[in-house]
């Protein structure tokens, strides 16, 4: 009971409290409500009395806006006739600048060309006839020329050709650093002149003379320090670029320019690039002039030497020609660079074309000199020549790319010259080099043109120092031949494709030589003489391709290079012991009808020959002694200049003629066949092997 009214208690009293809490809510609610109703009140008053304002305003703002408009017609209406007033006296204002030169003020010249350009605008459009116009058009045609002057005598003023030392440390650099610094031709302050002038001749006139100027001036430039480049490594040496009348080959000329001392980088730079064997070039062409002079006579002699000396005064100076292309590259690429710093971009392309066209044309023209005097010397049956083309067909292979490069944007005659040239070299030297192989097949096989002791023919000599200086350019050397191929794509370089190639045209120049060689042989009324020289010459050609890459090379087409000599040479080694045959055939027992046992024992002295024994044992020894002192005074005039050679022929001979010889001795010399023994046992073993000793010995 007592909890339900407890329970009560608290219910009235938590009803009490919500009463309460309900009153005063109710309080202010109302008085957010009045609070609403003044603030609606005081809206509304503020609403009525912005819309006074704004019909109050308005019209004063229009009124404002209608004069400020009015004031800035005004303004530009000023303006504007102070430009045309300015107009009509431009002409006398800018004549004193004008006639000043550009130099001077170079911005402050610009800024009176741009009035006079305004000027003559205005006067075009609105009065055109005006006697102002004419006026104005003269003195911006001045202030033109002069700025057109101005350009070519800053450049011209300030261009100078490149020192030679200079692009060869750049040269020697390119080797060895990926990329070297850009030559500097002018200074910053005068590059920004001659922008700013060429910039407002190409954007405010039609005039290009500025660009004829360029050209001009820098063309010229560029010829002067190529040639100094050639002058310089001329000077190195001393000498010229025509090559000495006893060698067609090119000649090693570097040195300093005068009065510079030339730095070692440079000669140990070129002398390391350029590596062109003289001594071969000068054997081959002497050879050359011997068989031109035997097939002409002697009447035609006179005229040949001629025509040979004026034709090497033609050749070129290969090593100073191909680093005249290097530094060609390398100043082109300069003056590309200094164009686009001067020249607007729209007159780039062709001002460089221009630039450059007669750098190229004359390196170009250089090369198909030498092509022709290769042509005309090859004519002659001389080949030294075409060894000259390959360091520059191997160099041209190089820097063809690099000349792709900088030449981008040029137009496709000037890209397409160094492709000619390098197409008409190799045209030149494949046709040379299979002239060669003619030249071999048809070598006189003459008993004039052969050696008399059957020694190494010159021809052979030649052929195989000539094959050897290709090795240090197989891939230019192949690539000749491979140009010529029809199965050859053009603009492949597979250096695969050309060592194959080139091992190809060895083993046809080793056969040709081979067949050439075997017709000269069968020259010599002495055929045994005709074994030694085929062995003297299969010899050689084996010794020099061993001891050099051909053989490698050869084996590339042809595996068995080396067994062939081997096999000629022992075949023709056999065919010379054919000559001992006489010598053989008295000291041999036939077995003929004699009453002497047919063995090889010993005739002892008491044994009983008859007379016709006694005979016949004297012409055995007569017999031997004259066919070996023949055979003697007939082959000591032989050569063999190789030592191993001779000392193995020597000792086959000895081991062919010294057992056979004893066992006849033995046999015969104690016998009682005559009283005057020293007549006819002339010599004893040991005098026989001295005898053979001194064969192949003229001195003897």
């Known amino acids: 009971m007592e909890d339900c009214l407890q329970r009560k208690c608290e219910i009235d009293e938590k009803l009490t409290r919500e009463t309460s809490n309900l009153s005063r809510l109710r309080e202010s609610l109302q008085r957010s409500n009045q609070i609403t109703e003044n603030m609606v009140g005081i809206l509304a008053t503020f609403e009525t009395r912005l819309q006074t304002l704004e019909k109050t305003i308005i019209p004063i703002y229009l009124e404002t806006g209608n004069l400020q408009n009015r004031q800035k017609n005004i303004d530009k209406t000023i303006q504007c006739l102070d430009e045309v007033i300015a107009h009509y006296h431009v002409a006398k204002e800018s004549e004193s600048i004008i006639r000043e ?153 570097f040195g300093s320019t005068p009065g510079v001392t030339p730095t070692k980088r440079h000669s140990s730079l070129l002398s390391s690039k350029f590596t062109i064997p003289r001594k071969a070039s000068a ?46 590259h390398r100043l082109i690429q300069s003056e590309r660079a200094l164009l686009e710093q001067v020249i607007p971009e729209k007159h780039r392309r062709k001002t460089f074309d221009s630039l450059i066209l007669p750098t190229i044309d004359s390196m170009t023209a250089e ?39 900088v030449l981008e944007g040029c137009q496709q005659s000037t890209r397409t010259k160094l492709v000619s040239l390098h197409s008409s070299l190799n045209m030149t030297g494949a046709k040379a080099l299979e002239d060669f192989i003619e030249f071999i097949r048809n070598d006189p096989d003459k008993a004039s043109n052969i050696p008399r002791d059957g020694t190494v023919h010159e021809l052979t000599s030649n052929t195989l120092i000539f094959l050897e200086q290709m090795l240090d350019y197989v891939d230019a050397a192949g690539g000749m031949l491979m140009s010529q191929d029809p199965s050859n794509v053009p603009g492949q370089q597979d250096p695969r494709k050309n060592k194959r190639k080139l091992s190809e045209y060895i083993v046809r120049v080793l056969s040709t030589l081979r067949l050439n060689l075997t017709n000269k042989a069968q020259s010599y009324s002495d055929m045994y003489l005709g074994a030694i020289f085929m062995a003297n010459n299969a010899n050689y050609i084996l010794k020099s391709l061993r001891k050099t890459a051909l053989l490698k090379l050869a084996n590339l087409i042809s595996e068995n290079t080396e067994m062939v000599y081997e096999e000629e040479i022992k075949e023709n080694k056999r065919q010379y012991m054919v000559s001992f045959n006489k010598v053989i055939t008295h000291i041999v027992d036939h077995y003929a009808e004699s009453s002497v046992t047919p063995s090889s024992h010993a005739l002892g002295p008491t044994m009983k020959l008859t007379d016709k024994d006694r005979q016949n044992i004297k012409d055995k020894f007569s017999g031997f002694n004259k066919e070996i002192e023949e055979l003697y005074k007939v082959q000591k005039a032989y050569a063999i200049p190789d030592q191993t050679l001779r000392e193995q022929i020597k000792r086959d001979n000895a081991d062919y003629i010294l057992p056979k010889y004893k066992v006849f001795m033995k046999k015969y010399q104690g016998s009682q066949f005559t009283k005057n023994t020293h007549k006819y046992i002339r ?13 192949f010995d003229a001195s003897a």
Request: aromatic residues 6%; charged residues 25%.
């Open 367 to 405: 090369g198909e000199q030498m092509s022709a005097s290769v042509k005309r010397s090859t004519s002659r049956k001389d080949f030294s020549g075409v060894i000259s083309l390959l360091p520059v067909v191997r160099h041209l292979r190089v820097i063809r790319i690099d000349f792709d490069r």
């Open 683 to 695: 010599y004893k073993d040991n005098d026989v092997k001295e005898l053979l000793e001194t064969f």
């Open 101 to 253: 030169s550009p130099c001077k003020d170079t911005d402050g010249y610009l800024a009176c060309m741009e009035r006079l350009k305004a000027a003559i605008k205005y006067f075009s459009e609105n009065h055109p006839s005006s006697p102002e116009l004419k006026s104005v058009n003269a003195v911006f045609t001045k202030g033109q020329k002069a700025l057109e002057r101005e350009f070519l005598e800053v450049l011209t003023r300030h261009s100078r050709p490149v020192p030679a030392i200079v692009i060869m440390d750049l040269l020697s650099e390119d080797d060895v650093l990926p990329e070297t610094p850009a030559l500097e031709h002018l200074s910053e302050d005068i590059i920004n002149d001659l922008l700013d002038i060429a910039k407002w001749l190409a954007n405010n006139t039609d005039s290009i003379e500025f660009c004829q100027s360029y050209i001009t001036v820098r063309c010229n430039i560029l010829m002067k320090s190529i040639t100094g480049v050639s002058e310089h490594i001329k000077s190195v040496s001393g000498g010229s670029t025509a090559v000495p009348t006893h060698s067609p080959g090119p000649s090693r000329k």
């Open 283 to 328: 054997m081959l062409k002497k050879y050359s002039q011997q068989l031109v002079e035997t097939t002409i006579g002697q009447k035609r002699q006179g005229s040949t030497a001629v025509d040979i000396v004026t034709e090497e005064s033609l050749y070129m100076d290969v090593e100073v020609y191909v680093s005249t292309i290097s530094a060609i």
